[in-house]
């Protein structure tokens, strides 16, 4: 099993639909979890963090996390066609030493 | 000006040959990482250091070495490169003082080993 699972995708949504990216992971004790956006051929830059169970919003993007279950998601709401991207969910374990990633998802908003 | 240099951007070498990627950062961040990242495999963590005398193993360190010549100056070594050594490499800084694990990339160097 892997440490971070994410739905590789592509995920495909019209413009200005709510998209929804998935993420779970396998370390119970971890304690932070994060969402990069990757445009082709960029690093990967944050978009969201999150910290304790529930949501947390900024903007056009709401992130989700239940502990319980251990899942991670992220929404995106009134979808551009800018936000095409891969999107990284990240998750801290509970050492904190360091951050492990999911392989990605893969998004495609149609103009 | 990038926080957070990596040199070179684009190489193309040849098997058995040593390569060394370089990363250097203006955050004064104490932690510095490398990552790869190959198609459907996300970035995976080759090594991480915390400060100038702290070198960990990440998931997959066979084949790299690093070294942390300063607090600023994190490089990775391909003693011997192989093939399947080809991808896209990261480096990454976080901040111990802040604590939120967010991490900040360079603008990646991309390796080809023929």
């Known amino acids: 099993q892997k440490e971070v699972e994410q739905n590789s995708g592509p995920l495909s949504v019209p413009e200005g639909a709510i998209a929804s990216l998935n993420c779970t992971y396998s370390d119970r004790g971890s304690q932070s979890f994060f969402w990069y956006r990757q445009y082709s051929g960029k690093s990967p830059e944050l978009i969201m963090s999150?910290?304790?169970?529930g949501d947390k919003e900024d903007g056009r993007f709401t992130a989700q996390l239940n502990k319980a279950s251990q899942y991670v998601s992220l929404l995106i709401r009134d979808s551009q066609p800018s936000d095409s991207a891969t999107y990284l969910c990240?998750?801290?374990?509970?050492?904190?030493?360091?951050?492990?990633f999911g392989a990605g998802t893969r998004l495609f908003v149609k103009a | 000006d990038a926080d957070v240099t990596q040199t070179p951007r684009n190489r193309i070498t040849k098997t058995g040959k040593r390569i060394m990627l370089e990363c250097s950062q203006t955050?004064?961040?104490?932690?510095m990482y490398w990552y790869r990242q190959d198609p459907g495999l996300g970035l995976r963590l080759i090594y991480y250091s915390f400060d100038v005398k702290d070198i960990n193993k990440g998931e997959i360190s066979d084949g790299y070495s690093v070294s942390r010549q300063a607090q600023a100056k994190f490089s990775l070594s391909l003693e011997s490169a192989i093939p399947n050594q080809t991808a896209l490499y990261f480096c990454a800084t976080s901040d111990l003082r802040a604590n939120t694990g967010e991490l900040f990339f360079g603008e990646g160097s991309r390796l080809t080993v023929l």
């Open positions: 990240a998750v801290v374990g509970g050492g904190g030493f360091k951050t492990i």
């Open positions: 999150i910290y304790s169970n």
């Open positions: 955050k004064g961040h104490d932690r």
